[in-house]
């Protein structure tokens, strides 16, 4: 990353969160360097928890006393972020208004300390009035918006100090090296932290961006050996590069209370890489302590079809859809898949590309917020039921003249309240099948009528992925760790047959993901401690048929089957690749 890294240029999964592949809200930084947003950690984390498992790296970490509110939010990363979500809403609405005037003039600037936009007149004010002096730093000329030389240390400046935690009316304005950095307003020096070492920010950031360069440089001496460690140990490698892309963006940065706060974790995290490293590959195991011990990477168990040995085929979608995040995908039968995802704070799109990645049709839906993950499944060869990030919004979206019909789910009585959507379509019944995080499935008529509410067996939580089969609801409850067939002929829905996990190792495993295929076969992906599997099973009985083991350089978050002129093909959405992995099914 260069010293003058526009913002727009910072790769998209690293401002992603892992949980619910969204921009970071309030990033909140693990030890290991992992971020997630603040609210993600606290659904995967049980009530009252004192240590957390990261579910990028496996690593289990000790909570602060005051838990996930607790972690250090990563600043530089929230920065980027309000910028990316400011440009992008400029362009949405590029006739934005001034809020501070009754004229409701074109918006020429963005005042960060009033956190709104502002006509040349009030820009000007702003700039001139000593009444509102302390905003000056702060106003960020429109104009500047694509310019060149607009870089991230730019940006971090633009930025006002962080509130201070026992006084939110007040900035921060020193650090508490005792309470480990901890920004305080003076108030503050005067009364719990009147004992403790203060010291002033900006003093503070340039001596630990020293110790940073040092540390770096002292690492960087151990690269050669980390790459030339065997295949089983690349955790190293991913740890060097999660260690690596951090300390680059805090260098471009050069935001002091960002990098006082997020230095020593980074320093800390190297001491314990170049440790592991200088050790040598001998004493790495205790970094693996879950290995699988197939030496095969498919077990065949008594069916001839299966899924092919090596990806057929790689679709690039990143250049298609650019800075739009791709959060679920489906497939029909003459090859089409289709993409949702969201495009901006206030859209969603839905992209349908063919099998060489070629873009067919993109529809972008206009949605009052950012809330959950945009969700779609192919009805009809034409039509694809799709659920926008709008909290309780359903709708139909017809290929063949580009038109999308609504229903607000949320009007159903019982309507659980910020759910987590999952949607599946039944060509046989022509109905909809929608899953949340909550007890109960709601079906819909293909006139998006609610027709009735099924109420999942005990010990079930939730829907978190689901798909018809035969009559049949399958689905995937990672909060219990299950998956299941479900009948739903009345309103009390039965287990049919329980899904085993795969016995591969001796670690945890807990289902992400489901499809089917026109053969009948179900496919499970199964996350582990160390790995992830997809399972292939009878849809007749549930027992497994043969298992695949996934990369574990991929992160994928859903898959689906299509069927092409070359057979059909079961494909992997990979989010941290921005990419499609193409299977055959032989």
Excluded at 42 to 48: E, M, N
Excluded at 168 to 182: A, G, R, V
Excluded at 334 to 353: R, W
Aim: net charge neutral.
């Amino acid at each position: 990353m260069a010293s003058a890294t526009p913002p727009w240029d910072i790769e998209e999964p690293s401002l992603q969160c892992c949980l619910c592949k969204d921009h970071l809200k309030e990033p909140k930084i693990l030890p290991c360097l992992h971020k997630y947003c603040q609210e993600c950690l606290k659904k995967s984390a049980k009530k009252g928890a004192k240590k957390i498992k990261c579910v990028t790296c496996r690593e289990v970490h000790t909570l602060p006393k005051g838990g996930i509110d607790s972690l250090k939010t990563d600043l530089t990363t929230k920065n980027i972020i309000e910028f990316i979500q400011l440009q992008d809403s400029v362009k949405v609405d590029p006739s934005r208004t001034c809020i501070h005037c009754e004229k409701k003039l074109k918006a020429s600037a963005f005042c960060f300390r009033c956190d709104d936009f502002l006509c040349e007149t009030c820009h000007k004010f702003h700039a001139s009035n000593s009444v509102v002096k302390d905003h000056h730093p702060h106003i960020f000329s429109l104009n500047e918006a694509e310019a060149a030389n607009l870089t991230i240390q730019k940006l971090s400046s633009l930025k006002e100090a962080p509130r201070c935690q026992a006084h939110p009316e007040k900035l921060s304005e020193l650090c508490c090296t005792t309470c480990h950095n901890l920004p305080i307003c003076i108030p503050c020096s005067y009364g719990k932290h009147k004992d403790h070492n203060l010291e002033e920010v900006t003093s503070l950031a340039e001596i630990q961006r020293e110790m940073l360069r040092g540390k770096v440089a002292n690492l960087m001496q151990y690269k050669e050996k980390a790459y030339q460690m065997p295949e089983e140990i690349r955790k190293i490698l991913e740890r060097f590069e999660t260690v690596m892309t951090t300390a680059d963006c805090i260098r471009d940065a050069q935001n002091d209370w960002a990098d006082v706060q997020s230095i020593p974790d980074v320093c800390r995290a190297i001491n314990l890489l170049s440790n592991d490293v200088k050790k040598g590959s001998q004493g790495l195991g205790i970094l693996s302590a879950v290995q699988f011990r197939s030496s095969s990477p498919a077990v065949t168990v008594k069916s001839k079809a299966g899924i092919s040995k090596d990806v057929e085929s790689v679709i690039d979608t990143h250049k298609i859809l650019r800075r739009s995040a791709i959060n679920d995908i489906t497939g029909n039968k003459d090859g089409s898949i289709a993409l949702c995802g969201y495009a901006s704070d206030n859209e969603t799109h839905l992209t349908v590309i063919n099998m060489k990645g070629h873009m067919l049709q993109q529809e972008f839906i206009r949605t009052s917020g950012p809330f959950w993950s945009p969700k779609c499944s192919f009805q009809t060869q034409s039509k694809i039921a799709v659920i926008p990030r709008e909290h309780g919004t359903l709708g139909i979206y017809d290929m063949r003249d580009q038109s999308i019909e609504y229903a607000m789910m949320k009007d159903i009585p019982n309507w659980p309240l910020l759910p987590d959507y999952s949607v599946t379509t039944d060509p046989a019944n022509d109905n909809i099948t929608v899953g949340c995080y909550s007890k109960n499935v709601y079906i819909f008529n293909n006139q998006l009528k609610h027709v009735k509410t099924i109420t999942l067996p005990d010990g079930i939580q939730c829907a978190w992925d689901i798909a018809m089969h035969k009559g049949s609801l399958l689905l995937c409850d990672s909060a219990c760790r299950k998956a299941i067939a479900v009948t739903i002929h009345g309103t009390a829905g039965q287990v049919k047959y329980q899904f085993p996990e795969p016995i591969i190792d001796e670690g945890d495993w807990w289902p992400s993901s489901l499809c089917t295929d026109r053969s009948g076969h179900v496919y499970i992906l199964w996350r582990g401690s160390c790995s992830d599997v997809i399972v292939q099973y009878s849809g007749d009985s549930g027992e497994i048929e043969m298992m695949r083991e996934v990369d574990e350089s991929n992160d994928i978050l859903g898959m689906t089957s299509v069927q092409t002129k070359y057979g059909e093909k079961l494909l992997l959405l990979d989010s941290r690749k921005c990419q499609i992995l193409v299977y055959g099914l032989v």
